[in-house]
């Protein structure tokens, strides 16, 4: 797999195509970057864009992680001292689920976004910006029913971040892409350049397919789950024996959760996938690719029950090393 292969696979989204392949020329330490609000423990939501660190790393990138202590004031996310708590445990897991340490840099945001001249820069770009701007970039991210003024800024803060850790790329999943689009815009008219930008896919809700995994509502898979606990929801997830499912009564669409993940989440781990079936069910199936396994369900040659067990097995192993982490730290 070339470097623009490795940077670019199982994106949903990179803008622009181009800008992506001039840094693919020369990724050795080229920088990208993820922020994230520190709240609660890792799930497999950011387990997304770290996988994509991860790749960044393989091609040659330095990572940084901004565990942003104040987004996540402003988005509501509790008191600075619960953040600031919750930031640390994060890096830590980070780290056990597989980010080379060496080469990730992790920064809070309250390192460098009280400072004056950050704080003249968010000024110049609120003086560009429209309310309602701000707050169409923040749809997918604000948390609460009514727009406060703390969620209008809080998108002019993440785009100047860009410029301020010196970023070559900036990572974020799909509901991030309207921060990123209003970053373009809006830099510019600060004499910043428009940053380069690359989105991660979204995760059905697990027991229905429809809309969108999130961490408030439904059911999600973090680093604090057990491997019982993991098995009960991975077998409850929706799982049609398709990679393109009905919509549902009501006419909505559906995605197969199941298939996502180990397309997003499983296979870039590990390079092969298998499959364990007692010989009388015609015994093991082992996949090299994502493509094979999503075919086999699709012909039914791979029945979902075992889909679902096996892809149980590897979240399990790619957590076990965050849960013991967690377990460690809370002892
Ligand atoms: N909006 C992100 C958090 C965040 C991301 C970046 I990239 C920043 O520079 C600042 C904040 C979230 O929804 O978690």
Redesign the pocket.
Known sequence: MDAYERITRNAAEVVTEEEVEALAEEPDGKRA?????PSGVLHIGHLLTANKLIDLQDAGFDVTI?L?DV?AYLNDKGSFEEIRETAERMQEQFLAYGLDADATQFRY?SEFQNDEAYVLDLHGLERETSISRAERAMSE?KSGETAKVSQAVYPL??AL??EYLDVDL???GM??RK?HMLARDVLPKADYEAPTCLHTPLIADLETGVGKMSSSEGTNISMEDSAEEIEEKVNGAFCPPSADPEPDDDGVERENPVLQIFEYHVFPRVDTVVVERPDEYGGDLTYDSYAALEADLDSGDLHPADAKSALADYLDDLIAPGRERLRELRA
């Open positions: 970057y993820v922020g994230y609000e901004l942003a987004h945001g991210i803060m993440q971040d860009i900036a990572i974020g509901e991030q921060v």
